[in-house]
């Protein structure tokens, strides 16, 4: 590809233009729930439609709004830059040090929520495709911008929509999701949600624990029992074995927590609601419990259900899943995630370091469709869902840039 072309690009990114944009997206709150994306939608929807750009509108629930639009050539590569426009609510106003949908920058933080999960790298992706437009022509394939409503409910309506569909799946995808500068993520945990039930005979309160069965108490045991699935160790495969290790490592300075990496090589577990009893005075006949696993790399989501399966058995319990999902991964050689890392040593001068995350995103959707797929974008890792979320404006821009620099290269022009 032409130097020229790219030092024009990169050239034209206007720092400032960037941030105005991210400020206008954490001023429209989209929180999720409830979910109604309309607003947002709407304003990105105007915004491209003014410089010329023809944009798909998908809404398969109402507010669940869904936008595609896409530059260059059809029929051959497509590069996707995929961004979800919901955030998190931002809770008790009270524990905020500002008003979270302020959206200003301020000591050079980009301030609000959504401002590291992901209007920072929304914004990015979407300066950057307006940049492109320009230069449409010169593209050798197409560079397709989705914006989508629920990764924070987990994508049904979103991502994972569009993918079923065959709707800009694309032969790359680059998501702005929240990594820091030098991180690229390239692979993430499955998730395995389900309810557990356990039954037992009720009779009056006054003579428990002699007589009768308490569901409550044999849940209690259950759960003790479950949490040996951390001990499970999967068999990684060489392709991922250091990349699992250095996310080790980063897992523990991103949090701050020692001995958190070995989330990264087994299974977690969370009780996250339990429901029991029908009376202060009765002996509970049942009680559920939900229950969140997130399997590692090297084990599938059956391995750790089968698990779980004969630990209830034993209980005389049932289980029933919301979900089931494996880990994935995206392969360290692919070449969207060689182009990344070029690009991140090119214009940044740092050396990125791949890892592996331990929550889920909409990848999974792509990665499911064998479409290789990275995460990169700006981050303040440890505010990301909580109060007072922030990223540093220089690094919303510094994204923008690397995102510009990745769709040139693998759009590459003659
Ligand atoms: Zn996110």
């Known amino acids: 590809m032409s130097a020229d072309l790219r030092d024009r690009v990169l050239g034209e990114i206007v720092g400032e233009e960037v941030l105005k944009l991210a400020c206008r997206l954490i001023r429209i709150p989209s929180e999720n729930p409830p979910g109604d994306m309309s607003e947002i939608a709407g304003f990105i929807e105007d915004r491209l439609s003014s410089i010329g750009v023809s944009v798909e509108r998908y809404e398969p629930a109402k507010g669940r709004v869904n936008l595609v639009a896409g530059i260059g050539k059809s029929g051959g590569r497509e590069l996707i830059f995929n961004g979800h426009m919901d955030v998190v609510p931002a809770g008790d106003r009270s524990r905020w040090d500002f008003d979270p949908f302020l959206g200003e920058v301020r000591n050079g933080y980009l301030l609000g929520?959504?401002?590291?999960?992901?209007?920072?790298?929304?914004?990015?992706?979407?300066?950057a495709f307006e940049k492109l437009v320009e230069y449409e022509k010169e593209l050798e394939g197409r560079?397709?911008?989705?914006?989508?409503?629920?990764?924070?409910?987990?994508?049904?309506?979103?991502?994972?929509?569009?993918?079923?569909?065959?709707?800009?799946?694309?032969?790359?995808?680059?998501?702005?999701?929240?990594t820091g500068m030098d991180l690229i993520d390239i692979g993430q945990k499955g998730?395995?949600?389900?309810?557990?039930?356990?039954?037992?005979?009720?009779?009056?309160?006054?003579?428990?624990?002699?007589?009768?069965?308490?569901?409550?108490?044999?849940a209690a045991d259950l759960m003790k029992e479950l949490l040996s699935i951390t001990e499970l160790k999967p068999e990684i495969g060489e392709d991922v074995k250091?990349?699992?290790?250095?996310?080790?490592?980063?897992?523990?300075?991103?949090?701050?927590?020692?001995?958190?990496?070995?989330?990264?090589?087994?299974?977690?577990?969370?009780f996250g609601m339990i429901r029991g009893g029908t009376k202060i005075n009765i002996v509970p006949e049942k009680c559920e419990i939900d229950v969140d696993i997130r399997v590692p790399v090297g084990m599938t989501s059956d391995e750790a259900a089968e698990y779980v399966e004969k630990i209830v058995s034993k209980y005389g319990g049932e289980v029933s899943y919301f979900a089931r999902g494996n880990a994935n991964y995206t392969q360290p050689s692919s070449e969207i995630v060689e182009i990344?890392?070029?690009?991140?040593?090119?214009?940044?001068?740092?050396?990125?370091?791949?890892?592996?995350?331990?929550a889920s995103s909409d990848a999974r959707f792509y990665r499911g469709k064998g479409v290789p797929t990275i995460h990169y974008g700006p981050a303040e890792v440890k505010v990301i869902h909580g109060y007072n979320e922030r990223v540093r404006a220089e690094d919303v821009v510094k994204a923008c840039k690397v995102y510009a620099g990745i769709a040139l290269d693998y759009l590459r022009s003659a």
């Open 113 to 127: 929520r959504g401002a590291s999960d992901m209007k920072g790298g929304l914004a990015g992706i979407i300066y």
């Open 143 to 178: 560079l397709t911008l989705v914006c989508v409503p629920d990764e924070e409910t987990g994508g049904e309506y979103g991502t994972g929509y569009l993918v079923s569909r065959g709707i800009a799946v694309g032969s790359s995808v680059l998501i702005a999701e929240p």
């Open 191 to 218: 998730a395995l949600w389900m309810r557990i039930t356990v039954y037992g005979k009720p009779i009056h309160g006054s003579l428990s624990p002699y007589a009768g069965e308490s569901a409550v108490l044999k």
């Open 242 to 270: 250091a990349i699992i290790e250095g996310s080790k490592r980063i897992a523990e300075e991103l949090s701050g927590i020692k001995g958190i990496g070995r989330i990264l090589d087994h299974p977690t577990i969370n």
């Open 340 to 358: 990344a890392k070029s690009n991140v040593k090119r214009i940044l001068g740092m050396e990125p370091k791949l890892f592996v995350q331990w």
